[in-house]
């Protein structure tokens, strides 16, 4: 099946990418094939102005209407996702994650905004007509240290939120 990394995080190197990365892995190695899309690397201008006709945006959103699933990834900034993230979203027609399966995944500063994915995010996946919202996945940076050698070294607690998460989502993309 056909998994789209959309990343949502504006800064380089992004803690919230690495972890897609991680998922990403871990779905190939179920026989899942993950296609990663960074908005960042998107066409600036065209994004601040809603351009859905410049070539690589529309490169871009075919991508999305491709996937079987999305998984989802963004910073908490100020209490909620990246705007970075948001403009690439308003791109999507109303029914634009119809009939998807979408996991949304975050990381942030603290404990203090981990609903954030869930009060703020998950509403737009829903108005998008996303098909199933799996449970979200929030991590803190300082839970996700990165090796130069060994790559992304999740702390226990959230491993095993990654591995459940992983699962659930294979299982329904068996179901598909
Ligand atoms: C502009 C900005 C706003 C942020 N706002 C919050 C916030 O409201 N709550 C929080 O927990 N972390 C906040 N953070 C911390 C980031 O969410 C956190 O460092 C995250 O892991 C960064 O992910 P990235 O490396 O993928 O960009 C903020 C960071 C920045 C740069």
């Known amino acids: 099946m056909n998994v789209l990394l ?25 026989g899942h094939r993950s296609v990663a899309l960074q908005v960042r690397q998107l066409p600036a ?14 490169e871009a959103l075919s991508l999305v209407f491709e996937a079987d699933a999305v998984i ?5 900034y100020k209490a909620s996702f990246s705007g970075v993230l948001k403009t690439f979203l308003d791109l999507l027609p109303q029914d634009g994650l119809a009939g ?7 990381t942030g500063g603290g404990q203090s905004h981990m609903l954030a994915l869930d009060y703020a995010l998950r509403p737009v996946l829903a108005a998008l007509g996303a098909r199933h919202i799996l449970p979200s996945i929030y ?17 226990d607690a959230i491993a095993v939120r990654i591995e459940a998460g992983i699962e659930q989502l294979h299982g329904e993309l068996q179901l598909t």
Not at 46 to 51: C, S, T, V, Y
Not at 72 to 76: A, I, R
Not at 139 to 155: F, I, N
């Open 45 to 58: 201008a065209a994004l601040l102005q809603g351009d859905g006709t410049d070539p690589v945006l529309r």
């Open 139 to 155: 991590a803190t940076s300082q839970q996700l240290p990165w090796d130069p050698a060994r790559g992304l070294q999740p702390a």
């Open 72 to 76: 989802v990834g963004t910073p908490v």
């Open 6 to 30: 959309l990343g949502g995080s504006p800064s380089a190197p992004s803690t919230t990418w690495r972890l897609l990365q991680l998922f990403g892995e871990r779905l190939a190695a179920l």
């Open 100 to 106: 998807k399966l979408v996991l949304p995944v975050a």
